[in-house]
């Protein structure tokens, strides 16, 4: 190798960098579309964080327009969105949870912390049920409609805004329909 | 009238900063006085008039002006002073300007503290200063002016952003800020450097200080964000990974392998070329977290409103000034000379060594920050990267950094005989593994962790200890005074001081992981519960109206051995504008341990889910941090980097008078 390449490595390391800095700049990190969207929610069936004896599926979720949220306790941003839960669960919209690779007594003492917007939490303690529904990173909300079919995915929390001019008008429209 | 005062200001002081970048340098290269002179004012002016636009912003949000959109955006005619003022910083257009106020500070002090530098040296650094400026100036002034004006003018404030109305979170920006910006002066010094085509030992020991300083300001940054992360979020954590954490962990990282190396190249001319790598990737990396904090490109918890169109605007400047400076780096380190050699076990090999493990904890801090862009940008899907992976990346290095860094201090410059290190470092080998051991017993603590904390931060101590009597064997303490008011003492003291706060940082850390003890638990009025050895009292909760919000002020007597030792008042807090509830935990702070008690949820019948901690040790992060901070600080003071002339000593002084205080030690 040439002496003076070696000197310009910092800066071909720099170019790299800045490449991928660019294209992050046109990508928005909360929108990718999933694959499941239009698709039946996928299976699944695990113990309740309330009651391990209770399992949780997807067909609990059919029936009313319902929100499927993904988090964990490890999750900073978690806990930024939970606030936003906690109002959205007072308009009477059934939340269901996934807490995802999280482990129960941390989920418990977090839901006693910060108030429990759920119906009901499902423990996916090895993440399995988060791989089916192509869950990469928390948090993550869907909207299941009545008949258990997923019409909406939000990456990153919950905000006002979001859940102002995205998740209620969408709820809306599907409770008005009869899909 | 004000705002367009300040507007106005912002505009000359860019000018002022064109005239500073460009003038100076070419008067520089091709021997005009006459310019070259013209960088002082021109700082002097620029800082003027950066200084009037930061008081016309101060002015609008105390004077409660909405007819500024950027007050009306965060300012509110019920936030107390104190926050009206640091709502100033508040957000993004604001927090700006400070930036830009901050770096016309530090070029101000570097033109009026620099009388021994070289006329031509000294214009090279503040053109290059002016640079970064004129990028941050138009930054402001084409894509978020803060002077904007609102028409017709809001009513009422949008009021700042109630996690930020604290006083930690008041003072933490301008500290943090301090620090990154002073990173742009041994960026400066190391480019003015660099042109010059001269990387001697002057321009490390020109360096040093100012490195030093910068670097003691973004420790006390850092540690003051964990201090304000801990008792403001309710959640008794002090350190998230959160990508705004990392942005001003990577400078820290490149900052602290500087210091280090810059010791090396001014006392032994060596590792000139990685030096100023260094100080290039410091500044660097300041701009690499302005850029993600800013662009929108990563969620975090702090993010500033991101704007694609701001983020373009960063990148392109970026790339101008590290794309720039790597080009002239590749282009004239090759001429630099190599500096005196050393063998394989010498102070300059230990040095490398750790300056390496900074660099590699740096790569992964940065990898695991931009994974989540990587990933998206490859296609490869969605990740988040969260505790687990840069926990244990630091828990693998922090411990092969420590034992490194206590050999340091006993070895020699150039090269060290392998035996009379080891000799050097039994005793305190034997007392670390000791102690560490019988803290690791089931019968003191079982955890296996906290003994490797403890034998760690003992390693550092008793070689601390060896070096430090080394160095005062046979002084009294006149001759240790001495030894301190002159040249080369402090550098020596700072290391000390800062390498205890490391030692102290670990036991800190480990002890608070390991040790706390937490309960959460639904309390009604008047009923009580233990956790360790107190008594939790609750007396309920009771609405309280506070300066600009609505409160739930709870009240939490603690006991020990019936004896009350404090009563906490954990809050929640509705802010008047934003609605968002804030949790504001009652925290009863001791040396050895904290109690530290968060509201939950009310549950009826003015019963409440509490939160109890007993976090063992928790001061002693910051305590290590402020320690680290102030050996900094102790080293940047050493007199060598002011004097021009060299004091007068009076040899034999120091050695004459035979030693009765220190006897017993020697």
Same mark, same amino acid.
Request: hydrophobic share 50%; net charge positive.
């Given at each position: 190798?040439?002496?003076?390449?070696?000197?310009?490595?910092?800066?071909?390391?720099?170019?790299?960098?800045?490449?991928?800095?660019?294209?992050?700049?046109?990508?928005?990190?909360?929108?990718?579309?999933?694959?499941?969207?239009?698709?039946?929610?996928?299976?699944?069936?695990?113990?309740?964080?309330?009651?391990?004896?209770?399992?949780?599926?997807?067909?609990?979720?059919?029936?009313?327009?319902?929100?499927?949220?993904?988090?964990?306790?490890?999750?900073?941003?978690?806990?930024?969105?939970?606030?936003?839960?906690?109002?959205?669960?007072?308009?009477?919209?059934?939340?269901?949870?996934?807490?995802?690779?999280?482990?129960?007594?941390?989920?418990?003492?977090?839901?006693?912390?910060?108030?429990?917007?759920?119906?009901?939490?499902?423990?996916?303690?090895?993440?399995?049920?988060?791989?089916?529904?192509?869950?990469?990173?928390?948090?993550?909300?869907?909207?299941?409609?009545?008949?258990?079919?997923?019409?909406?995915?939000?990456?990153?929390?919950?905000?006002?805004?979001?859940?102002?001019?995205?998740?209620?008008?969408?709820?809306?429209?599907?409770?008005?329909?009869?899909? | 009238?004000?705002?367009?005062?300040?507007?106005?200001?912002?505009?000359?002081?860019?000018?002022?900063?064109?005239?500073?970048?460009?003038?100076?340098?070419?008067?520089?290269?091709?021997?005009?006085?006459?310019?070259?002179?013209?960088?002082?004012?021109?700082?002097?002016?620029?800082?003027?008039?950066?200084?009037?636009?930061?008081?016309?912003?101060?002015?609008?949000?105390?004077?409660?002006?909405?007819?500024?959109?950027?007050? #009306?955006?965060?300012?509110?005619?019920?936030?107390?002073?104190?926050?009206?003022?640091?709502?100033?910083?508040?957000?993004?257009?604001?927090?700006?300007?400070?930036?830009?106020?901050?770096?016309?500070?530090?070029?101000?002090?570097?033109?009026?503290?620099?009388?021994?530098?070289?006329?031509?040296?000294?214009?090279?650094?503040? #053109? !290059?200063?002016? %640079?970064?400026?004129?990028?941050?100036?138009?930054?402001?002034?084409?894509?978020?002016?803060?002077?904007?004006?609102?028409?017709?003018?809001?009513?009422?404030?949008?009021?700042?952003?109630?996690?930020?109305?604290?006083?930690?979170?008041?003072?933490?920006?301008?500290?943090?800020?301090?620090?990154?910006?002073?990173?742009?002066?041994?960026?400066?010094?190391?480019?003015?450097?660099?042109?010059?085509?001269?990387?001697?030992?002057?321009?490390?020991?020109?360096?040093?200080?100012?490195?030093?300083?910068?670097?003691?300001?973004?420790? !006390?940054?850092?540690?003051?964000?964990?201090?304000?992360?801990?008792?403001?979020?309710?959640?008794?954590?002090?350190?998230?990974?959160?990508?705004?954490? /990392?942005?001003?962990?990577?400078?820290?990282?490149?900052?602290?392998?500087?210091?280090?190396?810059?010791?090396?190249?001014?006392?032994?001319?060596?590792? =000139?070329?990685?030096?100023?790598?260094?100080?290039?990737?410091?500044?660097?990396?300041?701009?690499?977290?302005?850029?993600?904090?800013?662009?929108?490109? $990563?969620?975090?918890?702090?993010?500033?409103?991101?704007?694609?169109? =701001?983020?373009?605007?960063?990148?392109?400047?970026?790339?101008?000034? @590290?794309?720039?400076?790597?080009?002239?780096?590749?282009?004239?380190?090759?001429?630099?000379?190599?500096?005196?050699?050393?063998?394989?076990?010498?102070?300059?090999?230990?040095?490398?060594?750790?300056?390496?493990?900074?660099?590699?904890?740096?790569?992964?801090?940065?990898?695991?920050? $931009?994974?989540?862009?990587?990933?998206? #940008?490859?296609?490869?899907?969605?990740?988040?990267?969260?505790?687990?992976?840069?926990?244990?990346?630091?828990?693998?290095?922090?411990?092969? %950094?420590?034992? !490194?860094?206590?050999?340091?201090?006993?070895?020699?410059?150039?090269?060290? /005989?392998?035996?009379?290190?080891?000799?050097?470092?039994?005793?305190?080998?034997? @007392?670390?593994?000791?102690?560490?051991?019988?803290?690791?017993?089931?019968?003191?603590?079982?955890?296996?962790?906290?003994?490797?904390?403890?034998?760690?931060?003992?390693?550092?101590?008793?070689?601390?200890?060896?070096?430090? =009597?080394?160095?005062?064997?046979?002084?009294?303490?006149?001759? @240790?005074?001495?030894?301190?008011?002159?040249?080369?003492? =402090?550098?020596?003291?700072?290391?000390?001081?800062?390498? @205890?706060?490391?030692?102290?940082?670990?036991?800190?850390?480990?002890?608070?992981?390991?040790?706390?003890?937490?309960?959460?638990?639904?309390?009604?009025?008047?009923?009580?519960?233990?956790?360790?050895?107190?008594?939790?009292?609750?007396?309920?909760?009771?609405?309280?109206?506070?300066?600009?919000?609505?409160?739930?002020?709870?009240?939490?007597?603690?006991?020990?051995?019936?004896?009350?030792?404090?009563?906490?008042?954990?809050?929640?807090?509705?802010?008047?504008?934003?609605?968002?509830?804030?949790?504001? #935990?009652?925290?009863?702070?001791?040396?050895?341990?904290?109690?530290?008690?968060?509201?939950?949820?009310?549950?009826?019948?003015?019963?409440?889910? $509490?939160?109890?901690?007993?976090?063992?040790?928790?001061?002693? !992060?910051?305590?290590?941090?402020?320690?680290?901070?102030?050996?900094?600080?102790?080293?940047?003071?050493?007199?060598?980097?002011? %004097?021009?002339?060299?004091?007068?000593?009076?040899?034999?002084?120091?050695?004459?008078?035979?030693?009765?205080?220190?006897?017993?030690?020697?």
């Amino acid at each position: 190798m040439p002496r003076f390449i070696r000197f310009l490595l910092p800066l071909f390391a720099f170019l790299a960098l800045a490449t991928l800095l660019y294209r992050g700049l046109s990508i928005d990190p909360k929108r990718v579309p999933s694959p499941l969207i239009g698709k039946p929610a996928p299976a699944f069936s695990l113990p309740t964080l309330e009651n391990p004896e209770i399992q949780l599926s997807q067909n609990d979720l059919k029936n009313e327009v319902s929100l499927f949220n993904v988090w964990a306790t490890w999750c900073v941003a978690c806990r930024h969105e939970h606030p936003v839960l906690m109002q959205l669960a007072q308009t009477g919209i059934p939340i269901y949870g996934l807490d995802y690779k999280d482990n129960l007594p941390d989920a418990r003492r977090w839901l006693t912390q910060f108030g429990n917007p759920y119906r009901a939490n499902a423990f996916d303690e090895e993440g399995r049920v988060g791989i089916n529904w192509g869950v990469y990173g928390t948090p993550e909300t869907f909207i299941v409609d009545k008949k258990g079919i997923i019409r909406h995915k939000h990456i990153g929390p919950l905000t006002s805004e979001v859940v102002k001019n995205d998740i209620l008008p969408l709820i809306k429209q599907l409770q008005g329909t009869d899909g | 009238m004000i705002p367009e005062l300040g507007h106005f200001a912002l505009i000359l002081a860019l000018c002022l900063a064109i005239v500073q970048a460009i003038f100076p340098l070419i008067g520089s290269l091709n021997n005009t006085p006459g310019w070259v002179n013209l960088a002082k004012p021109a700082a002097m002016g620029q800082f003027f008039f950066l200084a009037i636009a930061f008081a016309a912003l101060v002015q609008s949000f105390i004077a409660n002006d909405f007819s500024v959109l950027y007050v #009306a955006q965060h300012g509110n005619t019920q936030l107390p002073l104190v926050y009206k003022i640091s709502a100033v910083w508040g957000a993004h257009e604001g927090s700006l300007l400070l930036w830009a106020l901050i770096l016309g500070t530090w070029t101000l002090a570097v033109s009026l503290f620099s009388r021994s530098l070289p006329a031509e040296m000294l214009a090279r650094v503040l #053109a !290059i200063m002016g %640079m970064i400026s004129i990028g941050f100036l138009s930054f402001m002034l084409f894509t978020s002016n803060p002077f904007e004006r609102l028409i017709p003018a809001a009513l009422e404030g949008g009021e700042l952003n109630p996690l930020l109305q604290d006083f930690g979170l008041a003072i933490h920006p301008p500290m943090l800020y301090m620090g990154y910006v002073g990173l742009s002066v041994a960026f400066s010094f190391a480019i003015a450097a660099l042109i010059g085509g001269k990387l001697d030992t002057a321009w490390a020991r020109w360096s040093r200080p100012w490195t030093l300083i910068a670097w003691v300001f973004l420790t !006390i940054g850092i540690t003051l964000g964990s201090w304000w992360a801990y008792y403001e979020l309710g959640w008794g954590g002090w350190w998230f990974w959160d990508p705004v954490e /990392n942005a001003s962990f990577m400078p820290w990282l490149a900052g602290t392998a500087l210091i280090h190396s810059l010791a090396v190249t001014e006392k032994r001319g060596a590792f =000139r070329r990685w030096t100023v790598l260094l100080a290039l990737m410091a500044f660097s990396l300041s701009l690499l977290g302005t850029f993600l904090v800013r662009s929108g490109v $990563l969620t975090s918890v702090h993010a500033f409103a991101s704007d694609p169109e =701001r983020g373009l605007f960063i990148l392109v400047f970026l790339s101008v000034v @590290i794309g720039g400076s790597l080009v002239l780096y590749a282009w004239r380190a090759p001429d630099i000379p190599k500096g005196g050699g050393f063998s394989m076990l010498s102070r300059e090999s230990l040095l490398l060594g750790n300056n390496l493990l900074l660099i590699v904890t740096l790569a992964f801090v940065l990898l695991g920050t $931009l994974a989540p862009l990587l990933y998206e #940008a490859m296609g490869w899907g969605k990740i988040s990267v969260g505790f687990p992976y840069f926990n244990k990346m630091f828990v693998m290095l922090m411990p092969l %950094m420590v034992l !490194i860094m206590a050999a340091g201090p006993l070895t020699r410059w150039k090269q060290q /005989n392998p035996d009379t290190l080891l000799k050097n470092l039994r005793l305190p080998f034997i @007392i670390s593994i000791v102690s560490g051991i019988i803290v690791a017993l089931p019968a003191i603590s079982g955890s296996l962790s906290a003994g490797i904390a403890v034998a760690l931060s003992v390693w550092l101590l008793t070689t601390l200890l060896t070096s430090a =009597r080394q160095r005062l064997r046979n002084k009294n303490l006149s001759a @240790i005074a001495h030894d301190i008011a002159n040249r080369g003492g =402090r550098s020596y003291y700072g290391m000390w001081l800062a390498h @205890i706060g490391i030692a102290v940082f670990i036991i800190g850390i480990t002890f608070v992981t390991q040790f706390d003890v937490e309960k959460d638990i639904r309390m009604s009025p008047g009923q009580e519960v233990s956790l360790n050895d107190f008594v939790f009292r609750f007396e309920g909760v009771e609405p309280k109206k506070g300066a600009n919000y609505q409160s739930q002020f709870g009240t939490m007597r603690v006991l020990k051995n019936n004896k009350e030792i404090a009563i906490l008042h954990p809050e929640k807090r509705t802010y008047q504008v934003q609605k968002k509830p804030m949790t504001e #935990a009652g925290i009863n702070a001791g040396f050895l341990r904290d109690i530290y008690v968060s509201l939950g949820e009310p549950l009826g019948k003015g019963d409440w889910s $509490l939160r109890l901690y007993y976090k063992p040790f928790v001061r002693w !992060i910051w305590l290590g941090g402020l320690l680290i901070a102030a050996g900094g600080f102790l080293a940047a003071s050493d007199p060598r980097y002011r %004097m021009k002339v060299a004091r007068k000593f009076k040899p034999g002084a120091q050695s004459n008078q035979s030693s009765t205080v220190l006897a017993g030690n020697a």
